[in-house]
């Protein structure tokens, strides 16, 4: 730091990015919606602007208590208060895949086409495999990214303090 000026590890820069952003934990029995739009670092909390309506959500520094990466995926994962209650929301830097296995159709023949032990449709365990897959595969290209929007996040949070 030189005559007060922040050094350059302190202003790290990120662009503005396309994420999906799921609030996590909200109610037990129904898929949380994911939402697509731009998230930005503000100058007083991270910023992120629905693609469709425009609506504005900003998560005041302050009010993070942690922002990671979650290793093998494109998410950034962010730990934050609102009053007394502790929140988490993901940010997917590609879009999420469906959380459900695609529901079974009548016309579908439920033996399959190799006999009667095998499934026309995916089980639940099978889609979470191919999930778990596709996030794998879309993290190498954005893993870079999401780091420095980890850093940037924690780099601001401790300058609000």
């Known amino acids: 730091m030189v005559d007060g000026a922040p050094s350059?590890?302190?202003?790290?820069?990120?662009?503005?990015?396309?994420?999906?952003?799921v609030h996590?934990?909200?109610?037990?029995?129904?898929?949380?919606?994911?939402?697509?739009?731009?998230?930005t670092l503000g100058e007083e909390g991270l910023e992120f602007v629905?693609?469709?309506?425009?609506?504005?959500?900003?998560?005041?520094?302050?009010s993070?208590?942690?922002?990671?990466?979650?290793?093998?995926?494109?998410?950034?994962?962010?730990?934050?208060?609102?009053?007394?209650?502790?929140?988490?929301?993901?940010?997917?830097?590609s879009q999420p895949p469906p959380l459900e296995p695609v529901p079974r159709s009548a016309t579908i023949d439920p033996r399959g086409p190799l006999g009667p032990f095998t499934r026309a449709t995916p089980s639940k365990r099978q889609v979470?495999?191919?999930?778990?897959?596709?996030?794998?595969?879309?993290?190498?290209?954005?893993r870079q990214v999401v780091r420095a929007w980890a850093e940037a996040v924690s780099e601001r949070m401790r300058r609000t303090g």
């Not at 590890?9 to 952003?21: G, H, L, S």
């Not at 934990?25 to 739009?37: H, I, N, Y």
């Not at 999930?131 to 954005?142: F, H």
């Open 128 to 142: 979470a495999r191919m999930n778990l897959g596709y996030l794998r595969s879309t993290s190498v290209t954005n």
């Open 64 to 93: 993070i208590r942690r922002a990671k990466r979650l290793r093998g995926s494109p998410v950034l994962l962010l730990d934050w208060t609102t009053g007394e209650a502790n929140r988490k929301t993901a940010f997917y830097f």
């Open 8 to 21: 350059r590890e302190d202003c790290r820069v990120v662009e503005p990015v396309t994420v999906w952003m």
């Open 50 to 62: 629905e693609r469709k309506t425009g609506a504005d959500v900003r998560f005041d520094y302050a």
């Open 24 to 39: 996590l934990g909200l109610q037990a029995r129904t898929k949380p919606p994911e939402v697509r739009g731009t998230l």
